[in-house]
């Protein structure tokens, strides 16, 4: 199979899995991801471009391998939260030809699927510039991303109001360092801080560079800072977030953003489906 066309995202299959084995067996989507980038040592430029919904190529990339590996029985499947590494997963020695078979053998079952006419929830188009997990319905990070900039800046102050924040402000001032809007955060009674928040609606993923220099802008006015985006994080931007003796600054990304405006049931509305238990029915086949 000398002429076999590689997927961009066979690269990361080994990297995924012993990034989990390093994490002990399980790890969140983020920590998974950021720990495989690092171990290919993906610039920050590679990690800052986006596919033409706005998401990150290496994060796509890195999500696609994840979707053929829980195929392949390597990673126990779940549509979001923690990625854990199965029995099969931990035991075998994974290897890049592991990998290309677990896609000819998808690509196999799609073939036949395709020919017998029976549509399947796994029917997607083979293309790193699809998100492997879809959602049928407007997408709130689409919407989040359309909004003018005072509107997404205006929306994060609302967010921060629902998450407990009190007396927060949105500067409205392009020439105040990249600050966009403070607040205060009452941990009880007696204790509380000042904090400064920096919204981003943004396609790309923010720097550890334009970290630095919001951490610049918050020097000696608040305790805390927070970034929030539409996009992504590099890795380098969160080592720089927590590096040792520098103000901390917490970074809320369009993942982490869209999971807050669920919980909080901000501009969503939830709703129940129904899905069929084909377990349940096969004892009355």
């Given amino acids: 199979m000398a002429n076999e066309i590689k997927p961009q995202f066979l690269k990361f299959f080994v990297p995924i899995i012993d990034s989990l084995k390093d994490l002990g067996g399980s790890g969140t989507p983020s920590e998974v991801i950021d720990l495989a980038i690092d171990k290919l040592s993906i610039s920050e430029k590679e990690q800052q471009a986006t596919i033409k919904n706005g998401e990150s190529r290496v994060r796509n990339q890195a999500q696609w391998a994840r979707l053929y590996l829980v195929k392949g029985g390597y990673i126990s499947s779940s549509q979001r939260g923690i990625w854990t590494l199965t029995k099969k997963g931990q035991e075998d020695k994974f290897s890049e030809e592991m990998a290309m078979k677990i896609i000819r053998e998808q690509r196999k079952a799609y073939r036949l699927s395709k020919l017998n006419k029976k549509p399947k929830l796994n029917q997607q188009k083979e293309d790193v510039e699809d998100q492997p997990e879809l959602f049928t319905e407007t997408n709130l990070l689409e919407v989040l991303r359309s909004l003018p900039p005072d509107g997404f800046e205006k929306i994060c102050q609302r967010l921060l109001r629902e998450s407990g924040f009190q007396e927060v402000k949105v500067t409205g001032k392009s020439n105040d360092g990249g600050i966009d809007g403070y607040g205060i955060l009452e941990i009880n009674p007696f204790v509380s801080f000042n904090v400064l928040f920096q919204s981003k609606r943004y396609k790309g ?81």
């Fill in 205 to 285: 993923a923010v720097s550890a560079s334009q970290v630095r220099d919001f951490r610049g802008a918050m020097q000696g006015r608040a305790d805390k800072g927070i970034i929030i985006t539409t996009g992504s994080f590099t890795s380098e931007a969160k080592k720089e977030a927590r590096r040792d003796g520098a103000p901390p600054i917490e970074l809320v990304d369009g993942e982490k953003l869209v999971e807050m405006f669920e919980k909080l049931q901000l501009g969503v509305i939830p709703k129940i489906i129904y899905q069929v238990d084909e377990d349940f029915f096969k004892e009355y086949f």
